[in-house]
């Protein structure tokens, strides 16, 4: 099959290859996914193949739901997500993505992946002429890092257990993919990212991690509700991911777990900023549900952006 960097935000003729970016309504902010929206034939070599040429963080492969699976008719999709080295379990730009590039097709309203972690709702609305898409995750998780674990992490990354904001405990935080959550003590740290790529891919591979999500908490006039936030993902290939839903639907179950706000709660996560792709992502907590309800826009690329 050959792949091209060339066409209208196709990047192959066939199957076609959508180009979104995703948290952000500047094709040259936030963070890039591919979408196949008829994947159908494709094998995972042929996946792979394609996320791998077309070098985002993640590419989501749409096909026909499995039997069951429920939502109207032409509005419920299978979707699996590859980057450029492996398969993800769930990939929440990507998943944005796709459903704001389906809305674009066939209007907004209600969507349901089923997702290799569980079927994953996408509301889609207009407003001002934007599309606005808000994923529901799957049942969340959190659980405590093991103290040498926390060691190995803070050595591939240069980071002292000083550096960390004593009031956010590290965590590994689940919600589709598994993520560990540090809490920088100051701006600075989190703006200093130098890693070690190798040897913190090897420890997230021992856990099965897809990234590590550092944030920083504001104070003060946001009531701590506004956090900055970077994902490193050498296990997919990429040095840092600069807009991640999956982990923003994991920050939001941690946040809830550690009781740092009050449900309903909405949290402001800003990514992207220290790459120069400043992306926007909004984490729901609504009261007596415990999963997390992540929400952005996107935008397609166009072909002399590539």
């Known amino acids: ?21 995703a948290f952000s309504d500047d094709p040259a902010g936030g963070n890039p996914a591919g979408v ?31 039997e069951g699976l429920g939502g109207a008719p ?17 990939c929440g730009h990507a998943t944005i993505a796709s459903a704001v590039a389906l809305a674009e097709r066939i209007g907004p309203g209600d969507l349901v992946f089923a997702t290799p972690a569980g079927v994953v709702p996408v509301a889609v609305g207009a407003a001002d002429g934007v599309l606005r898409a808000t994923l529901t995750s799957v049942e969340p998780a959190v659980r ?32 589709g993919a598994h993520h560990l959550i540090l809490a920088a003590a100051t701006r600075e740290r989190l703006a200093d990212l130098d890693y070690d790529f190798d040897r913190l891919s090897a420890l997230m591979r021992r856990l099965g991690l897809t990234t590590l999500h550092l944030v920083w908490r504001e104070r003060g006039n946001s009531d701590g509700h506004v956090f900055h936030v970077r994902d490193p993902f050498p296990v997919g290939g990429v040095v840092e991911d600069p807009a991640t839903g999956a982990a923003a639907a994991a920050f939001g179950a941690y946040v809830r777990e550690l009781g740092l706000v009050a449900t309903p709660a909405t949290l402001t996560l800003h990514q992207g900023h220290d790459l120069g792709r400043p992306g926007l992502l909004t984490v729901e907590l609504r009261a007596g549900d415990p999963r997390s309800h992540v929400s952005g826009t996107a935008t397609a690329i166009p072909d002399d952006a590539v």
């Open 1 to 21: 099959m050959a792949v091209t960097r060339a066409g209208s935000s196709a990047v192959t003729s066939d199957p076609q290859v959508l180009r979104y970016a």
């Open 144 to 175: 405590e890092a093991a103290s040498p674990d926390l060691d190995e992490a803070l050595a591939a990354l240069g980071w002292a257990r000083a550096d960390l904001d004593p009031e956010l405990p590290p965590r590994i935080a689940f919600a």
């Open 74 to 90: 032409g509005r419920s999709f299978t979707i699996r997500y590859f980057s450029p080295l492996t398969e993800v379990s769930f």
């Open 36 to 66: 196949v929206p008829d994947a159908a034939g494709l094998d995972d070599a042929a996946m792979l193949g394609i996320a791998a040429r077309l070098g985002y963080s993640e590419t989501a492969f749409l096909t026909p739901p499995p």
